[in-house]
């Protein structure tokens, strides 16, 4: 083992390689041969005495030695991006890699990192935008530093910390009925049709937490894996939905939809997922800090702002 001749191109192209699962887009990443990346590669691994990753289905798949240098090489690039950062001018050392589930992403991030962006000189942050299945895989593999999500992250290794709170509501087509304005109980929206979001997605896995269960009979009308495609299907009168206040409000404010009040609200934590042992650059710790502070504005008057403790 020869730990001594590691460069930090061959950790760039392990990184890439890791966060692509092939030799071409790790390539094409890094603006490369794939020729390259195959020697550079290929030299770590001798260096190592030991191969990291296997071979599926023309992918790289990291083994388990991969897997351990992953968070090593991982802390070693970000350090260095850090220096890097400074010596650029850079207020804060660092890059950002904010990942963020599909309502968050959509209706609180922009605005967020609009606020953030004004206050210091940064590069240009790193968006990705996906359910939270998807977005705690990402955490897990280092490919992202940080992510905003509002469903369960299923006992992952992660480190899951609440930041704000966020109503869902039961909507409408204006005419509906049960758009009355008067409170209702569960019972009375039995054997109703209902247009949700996907398996997978976090507003999905409230509706069967605390509805599912509980209405007398439902049918499953359609699915989307978007919220505009679930207001425009209840709009047209397909069924009742139920989403976010921050994915309805515009909606609600031009009576495309309407609001089906409940007896009962339902409340939901946004919380902020990282891996516990990924590094924190100076800039990702700078702006985790001011997302803890920072209030998400309100929209149909019954947001909180800040997640209450306990």
């Known amino acids: 083992m020869n730990i001594s001749a590691i460069t930090l191109k061959q ?7 890791a966060r692509y699962g092939s030799l071409t887009r790790a390539a094409e990443a890094l603006f490369v041969t794939k020729a390259a990346v195959s020697v550079a590669l290929k030299a770590l691994e001798t260096q190592l005495g030991d191969p990291l990753f296997d071979r599926r289905n023309n992918r790289l798949i990291l083994n388990a030695c991969g897997a351990q240098l992953r968070p090593l090489a991982d802390d070693v690039l970000q350090r260095l991006d850090v220096i890097q950062g400074l010596f650029q001018g850079a207020t804060l050392g660092g890059n950002l890699r904010i990942g963020a589930s599909v309502t968050i992403g959509n209706h609180l991030l922009p605005a967020l990192l609009g606020h953030f962006m004004g206050r210091i000189a940064m ?71 209902w247009i949700l979001r996907e398996d997978s997605s976090g507003t999905r896995e409230q509706f069967s937490l605390h509805l599912e269960a509980a209405l007398p009979a439902w049918h499953l009308g359609l699915e989307f894996n978007t919220n505009e495609a679930i207001i425009n299907a209840v709009a047209a009168g397909l069924g009742l939905g139920f989403l976010s206040e921050m994915a309805i409000a515009d ?19 946004l919380d902020l997922v990282i891996a516990p042992d990924k590094y924190q650059s100076p800039l990702l710790q700078h702006f985790l800090d001011f997302c803890r502070s920072w209030p998400i504005p309100g929209l149909l008057g019954t947001t909180s702002s800040k997640k209450q403790p306990g």
């Not at 950790?11 to 390689?17: H, K």
């Not at 996906?130 to 490919?143: G, Y």
């Not at 909606?251 to 934590?269: C, M």
């Open 11 to 17: 950790l760039r192209v392990f990184d890439a390689v």
């Open 123 to 193: 590069p240009r942050p790193e968006v990705t935008i996906a359910n939270t299945t998807q977005l705690c895989r990402l955490l897990e593999s280092f490919d992202i530093d940080a992510a905003f999500v509002e469903g369960s992250t299923h006992g992952a290794p992660l480190s899951v910390e609440p930041l704000w709170q966020d109503h869902i509501h039961i909507i409408a087509k204006p005419e509906h009925p049960l758009a009355d304005g008067r409170p209702h109980t569960l019972t009375e929206l039995g054997h109703q049709t």
């Open 251 to 269: 909606a609600v404010k031009t009576k495309r939809i309407a609001l089906i009040a409940l007896e009962t609200q339902h409340l939901r934590s």
